[in-house]
């Protein structure tokens, strides 16, 4: 399972390098000037722990695909393209200025107008430079997703789920953003329902039950399979983005390779936050309420919500919460009629996904 | 003709929105704050001129596609989309807060925000909210460019020019913010050969060449016909963008629904602006460096610059080089052996494209 595991990544490294060459070789027909767009989507999707496209890959083989099939590579191309899409947009959203450790996209587009000397607004540019770099990188992700073949045609279910994990995800995207200006004002009682949605579509979708899910249509698994994978991968992905969030607070910036407290001066609603909301002293409430959103926030501002978060019950809840996926999750894994060699990847992964400190 | 055409608008219109009406039902699945996303892109798509869709329709039927057929109706609805998704995400480049006499999608965002008297920034979230309100638009264009069917999958021509489209429409735009902040630092003799790579790529093939090739290579046109196609199409797309330009500096708002100078004080560096650098006085040169770019121009700088475009003879260069490339493209139309229909459509449609006034 490992050695195979390893040369399915190492196929996909290849052909997402071969991919970006090709259009690398297409745009530098027309001016080379254009080579930082293709520069900044390598370096950003060389990164990454490639855990949608693993997914995927395993989805296929627990389905009957054959192993290293060609059409899971793609997938898996396909899934890390549109991942790379999805983290460019939100790093300009979040205002963002690293990712995975290095300068962001669209930070790196502001950094290179500063070394030029060029005129005008280094961030304005950064910022545009970045809109039309991640939609360059979603094309990319559709060319590799429809060049899997007759297997990813309109009307299949392989199709089917890529529309909807991309409209899916930027539906959550946009209720996240929404829930950062609107939340202060909508019910405190609601406040958890709306983050679960927002961790449902904005996330656990997206990073674990379509990437399986897609893997595994690709291989013909008919709809009843892929009803009993979404049982084990959409409260893994749930989990997952719960333990994102707790990162997201609470995370070791020299692992994360991002600022501590982002999520807090992002503004982020998490479940954590909700927890707050509905945990937390009138104190607490009132001090997250006059923080959170505000790029000032001071790092013992930060400290202050940890510490609250910690004292209200509030991070025990989501821990309690990431367990209990986490458990739900591994039973129906279980229940799965799958190849060993699948189940302990799966496995793996789903350790991994909920344990990670980064 | 006319009747054909009137015809295929309405089948267009139609499969439009009937297309957003189920995208609107999938993602009122989701939460019904989701609704301004998919309203904010019918409003966009159901204005236009609809130019490239009817290039696209008689491209098929110049190539012997029969008439109203569903691939070229849908094909339609695929250019229309992709055309908005890039409106939208353009708007937020060049921070325009009006389109085709409307709010722009962000600006309708960043008003939502302030009628419902949210929190936090209202630009920052009309932005973030215009992103990704143009990576569903986008997302939506290519599923309805997949429906077509055998006709685009992968590996087909009509593929091969849609994923081409996109590359060079979002790298042609790149190049255009980057000579605005970069020009004025390069030199004023390759300014005029920098404008013609921006209108090419950002705009010219992306308006008719690749448009009306579309829609021949879907209804299996040769490589043969495809090149005398480009003939007629990339001069008229180039005449097409550089009455755009004109109309962006010199055009009247109430006809345009864009503000008077938009384009100079965006800092668009077009073809008239490097013909001003080349051809104008010290004074004028150094004028227009020290106001292009600046939102901040008042209305006595507009016109100051325009001034300074009809004296020194930029503008009417442009003009005579419109008319040029109308010449070329009206010469090579009368060399296509197609049928009397296409011909007389795409006569009327590349009249309409360069003597419009908005």
Redesign the interface.
């Known amino acids: 399972m490992a050695e195979e595991q390893s040369a399915f990544i190492t196929a996909l490294n290849t052909t997402l390098d071969d991919f970006l060459d090709r259009?690398q070789h297409?745009?530098s027909d027309?001016?080379p000037?254009?080579a930082p767009?293709l520069d900044s989507i390598r370096t950003l999707v060389s990164g990454g722990k490639r855990m949608r496209a693993l997914l995927a890959y395993w989805g296929f083989r627990a389905a009957g695909g054959a192993g290293l099939s060609h059409q899971a590579v793609q997938a898996g191309v396909a899934l890390e393209l549109f991942q790379g899409?999805a983290l460019i947009?939100d790093d300009?959203?979040d205002r963002s200025a690293t990712r995975r450790g290095r300068p962001s996209v669209h930070q790196s587009f502001t950094d290179l107008?500063g070394r030029?000397?060029?005129?005008?607004d280094p961030e304005r540019?950064g910022?545009?430079?970045g809109?039309?770099?991640?939609?360059?990188c979603?094309?990319f992700s559709?060319?590799a997703f429809?060049?899997?073949?007759?297997a990813t045609?309109?009307?299949t279910k392989a199709?089917e789920i890529f529309?909807?994990m991309?409209?899916?995800v930027?539906?959550?995207?946009?209720?996240d953003?929404?829930e950062?200006?609107?939340?202060?004002?909508r019910t405190v009682a609601g406040a958890a329902g709306r983050a679960r949605?927002v961790l449902r579509?904005k996330s656990a979708k997206y990073s674990t039950e379509h990437p399986l899910a897609l893997g595994a249509a690709i291989a013909g698994a008919p709809d009843g399979l892929l009803e009993r994978f979404s049982r084990f991968s959409l409260p893994l992905g749930e989990a997952f983005q719960l333990r994102d969030d707790v990162l997201g607070v609470f995370g070791d910036p020299a692992t994360t390779g991002k600022p501590a407290g982002d999520d807090l001066r992002e503004?982020k609603r998490t479940l954590l936050v909700a927890f707050l909301r509905e945990l937390g002293t009138e104190d607490q409430v009132r001090n997250l309420e006059a923080l959170l959103?505000h790029a000032s926030m001071s790092d013992d501002d930060v400290q202050l919500i940890r510490g609250d978060l910690q004292v209200s019950g509030a991070l025990g809840a989501v821990e309690a919460e990431i367990s209990s996926l986490s458990t739900a999750s591994a039973t129906a894994l279980d229940e799965l009629d799958i190849a060993e060699a699948p189940r302990l990847a799966l496995h793996t992964l789903a350790e991994a996904a909920v344990r990670r400190k980064a």
């Open positions: 259009q297409l745009v027309i001016s000037d254009v767009l899409a947009h300009i959203i107008h030029s000397g060029w005129q005008l540019f910022q545009a430079a809109i039309l770099t991640g939609d360059l979603l094309s559709e060319e429809a060049s899997i073949g007759p045609a309109s009307g199709r529309n909807r991309r409209a899916e930027m539906a959550g995207q946009y209720l953003i929404l950062e200006v609107a939340g202060p004002l949605t579509f503004g959103g």
